[in-house]
């Protein structure tokens, strides 16, 4: 007997196209299995949970019969070459890093327009020619192989880096020969969020043992070590430095002072919270456990005079600096380098050239403050305009750094500094073919339901007409203590330039205001989130700037949950939606990868019968209900995604099209060869906001320019 998939697939092959009528896609037949499960008495069916497993024949004959009907709805749209070419031609665009010290030589990442990745150049000195030192474009034909890594050795003699094929979390790491340019014989694997801390002739870093075969991409993540590696040496030979056999769960991660006295080792177990571990390396002393719970966040800054310099949110909801006599590093014996400040959140800090400087921020902008080694603040470092601020990175006792400061409607500009005088020269200017003056940016605050005051930021052409008939672009995340800053980014030049309006709604979950933002976002606060955003949603109405047939709303990750859970929530309020690699079974999340590291931000179904009541009626997947009428949907994922498995999209998905009866079309778009979204090729990401561009005009009923 030919299994009922098959004939939906032979059907579709059959259709070869769709005729765009939103009422007339015909989407594959989905099994439905008869699992079903029980929570504290509840019966949970999940018919779909044989999609789990991505890498089954019947799975993968699924995610391609959908893709079809994906791939067919979009080629009809009959815009959609256009908008590409559009794209195309923004994007073509010359883009540079802000330049850093290793050694004697000066590094930095440059693309021409289009090319898929970034490459690394190096020079001798800031007046001498760059030469090309590391290609990531010729590790694969397609682009899909990534650099994640790039770390010089404190003696300049070796380029440590990390790759990652297709968009998996999954690092390799190799050593290069920075005087010669050989590749060496170094082949690393099996390394998940890791650096290269360089000591002496080799570094440490930490991995995972090897997974079962079949599980690389969803199988959990257990019982991370801290090796040391010797140049030129096979990693069967690396030392083991550090493993908590007795609790498997914990990840580590290893960093090493700028003088190489210290070893650094942060324990976690989830997304907040650390432990603080340390290692005299000049007397080979033993571990201590300087902190042994997760309550705070804790990070070393630098080694200076005996005392450890750590970030840290330790009795600071802004978070302020601490140092730690290294001969007595019990907490009682801390003392406050740097006071947290009332009104503005300490985001990062650095030792440069003598001075601190701690980058903080300000209703979600940038402000950097200039301390002494003391702490005694000093001045401000002048910026161009509000806008978001990255760098001040350098050695201690050198008086040279550069920052790179960007806005929405500001291209990336590179900086040098100095920092006994204060002063900021421009290095490097973004030439874009975009007449970016004509945009403004504002930000605004609006009230949630429960009378919460939430920043948004709000960018349109200037002069816009607050009639109601503008194309709007709703962007927000809401979770783990994450901020959305204001960045310049070229995907939503092509919105802006036909008329649309992008907005980002800096909503609780995020660490806009501090600890206490955060956590007012979390657990069984988490309906703050959806709650915030949608009246993010309603602000754009009430006043002009959009109305709901025009309003789009998108959302990555933990973004893709908040898109899932306020469309079963609001749908009237939005006429598109894109939930992006999102988690949307939030009663399974937690067995995947290291999805449990996100228990302290959602709780988990296995908590109590309170957190799992909770969790079951905001989860996506769970609360679809096939009486309302949702807006129209397009997932977004991919197969190599193994932060947020592609499971979540795919249950979801098979849900929401068995359940929903309505016109608007219901869609998800697979990726393949590609992950969460880091390093994905020029290529693709030109592909997918085209769709995205698409899609959103196309159900608003409106033509590009």
């Known amino acids: 007997m030919k299994h009922p998939f098959l004939i939906a697939l032979s059907f579709l092959l059959i259709m070869n196209a769709c005729n765009c009528d939103k009422s007339k896609i015909a989407y594959p037949e989905t099994r439905k299995g008869d699992v079903v499960d029980d929570y504290f008495g509840t019966q949970v069916a999940d018919p779909y949970r044989w999609l789990e497993d991505d890498r089954s024949d019947e799975t993968g004959q699924w995610v391609k019969a959908q893709n079809q009907v994906t791939d067919a709805y979009l080629e009809a749209i009959p815009f959609r070459s256009q908008i590409n070419a559009r794209l195309t031609e923004i994007w073509n665009y010359t883009r540079q890093s802000a330049p850093f010290k290793a050694g004697d030589r000066y590094f930095f990442t440059k693309n021409d327009g289009l090319q898929n990745q970034s490459v690394y150049y190096m020079q001798e000195s800031l007046d001498d020619?760059?030469?090309l030192f590391l290609d990531p474009n010729t590790l694969s034909d397609d682009g899909t192989v990534s650099l994640t890594n790039f770390s010089v050795s404190n003696d300049g003699k070796y380029l440590g880096y990390g790759i990652s094929r297709g968009g998996s979390d999954w690092r390799e790491f190799f050593v290069k020969n920075i005087e010669t340019g050989e590749v060496l014989k170094d082949h690393l694997q099996w390394i998940k969020f890791s650096g290269i801390a360089w000591y002496k002739d080799g570094f440490f870093y930490n991995r995972y043992p090897t997974p079962a075969k079949g599980d690389e991409l969803k199988g959990e993540n257990k019982n991370s070590q801290i090796f040391y590696h010797k140049v030129g040496?096979?990693?069967?030979?690396?030392?083991?430095?550090?493993?908590?056999?007795?609790?498997?769960?914990?990840?580590?991660?290893?960093?090493?002072?700028?003088?190489?006295?210290?070893?650094?080792?942060?324990?976690?177990?989830?997304?907040?919270?650390?432990?603080?571990?340390i290692k005299n390396l000049e007397k080979d002393s033993e571990i201590v456990k300087v902190i042994s719970n997760f309550e705070k966040d804790y990070s070393?800054?630098?080694?200076?005079?005996?005392?450890?310099?750590?970030?840290?949110?330790?009795?600071?909801?802004?978070?302020?600096?601490?140092?730690?006599?290294?001969?007595?590093?019990?907490?009682?014996?801390?003392t406050e380098l740097i006071a947290e400040d009332e009104k503005n959140v300490l985001q990062s800090a650095t030792l440069t050239g003598g001075k601190i400087f701690a980058n903080y921020m300000k209703d979600a902008r940038s402000l950097v403050k200039t301390f002494d080694k003391k702490g005694h603040y000093l001045y401000d470092v002048e910026l161009p305009s509000i806008g978001t601020v990255s760098g001040f990175y350098g050695k201690a006792d050198e008086s040279e750094t550069f920052y790179?400061?960007?806005?929405?409607?500001?291209?990336s500009v590179v900086y040098k500094y100095d920092t006994d005088k204060n002063e900021s020269s421009l290095y490097h200017q973004t030439e874009i073919d975009f007449d970016i003056n004509n945009y403004e940016t504002k930000q605004v605050k609006y009230k949630s339901k429960d009378g919460t005051e939430v920043p948004m930021f709000i960018v349109h052409k200037k002069g816009l007409d607050l009639d109601g008939n503008n194309p709007t672009w709703l962007y927000g995340y809401g979770g783990f203590n994450i901020s959305l800053n204001p960045r310049f980014d070229v995907r939503r030049l092509l919105w802006l330039e036909n008329g649309g309006v992008y907005a980002v709604a800096n909503i609780r979950g995020g660490g806009e205001y501090g600890e206490e933002w955060h956590k007012a976002g979390t657990l069984m606060n988490k309906q703050n989130v959806f709650d915030d955003f949608i009246a993010a949603g309603h602000y754009l109405v009430d006043n002009g700037y959009t109305?709901?047939?025009?309003?789009?709303?998108?959302?990555g990750s933990n973004g893709?949950?908040?898109?899932?859970?306020?469309?079963?929530?609001?749908?009237?309020?939005?006429?598109?939606?894109?939930?992006?690699?999102?988690?949307?079974?939030?009663?399974?999340?937690?067995?995947f990868t290291i999805g449990r590291y996100w228990a302290t931000d959602y709780g988990t179904s296995e908590d109590s019968k309170e957190m799992f009541e909770y969790l079951y009626n905001y989860s996506p997947l769970h609360t679809i209900n096939g009486k309302l009428n949702y807006p129209s949907v397009m997932v977004m994922t991919a197969d190599h995604d193994d932060r947020v498995v592609p499971a979540h999209s795919f249950k979801y998905i098979a849900t929401l099209q068995e359940k929903y009866k309505g016109k608007n079309p219901t869609l998800i778009r697979i990726e393949s060869n590609a992950g969460h979204g880091a390093g994905t090729p020029t290529a693709k990401i030109i592909e997918e906001w085209t769709d995205l561009y698409a899609f959103a005009f196309y159900q608003m009923g409106l033509t590009p320019n």
């Open 300 to 334: 070393v800054i630098e080694h200076v005079d005996n005392h450890l310099w750590v970030y840290t949110n330790d009795n600071a909801p802004k978070y302020r600096v601490m140092a730690i006599d290294t001969n007595k590093p019990t907490r009682e014996n801390w």
């Open 233 to 277: 040496t096979p990693q069967e030979q690396d030392k083991l430095i550090y493993e908590d056999p007795a609790n498997p769960l914990w990840g580590f991660s290893a960093s090493v002072t700028d003088d190489e006295k210290y070893l650094i080792i942060g324990v976690t177990e989830s997304t907040s919270g650390n432990a603080l571990y």
């Open 404 to 411: 790179t400061f960007s806005s929405y409607t500001y291209p």
């Open 547 to 555: 109305a709901p047939q025009y309003l789009a709303i998108q959302g």
């Open 129 to 131: 020619e760059p030469v």
């Open 560 to 591: 893709g949950l908040l898109i899932g859970a306020v469309i079963n929530q609001a749908p009237d309020l939005f006429s598109v939606a894109f939930p992006q690699v999102g988690v949307l079974d939030m009663l399974r999340y937690q067995y």
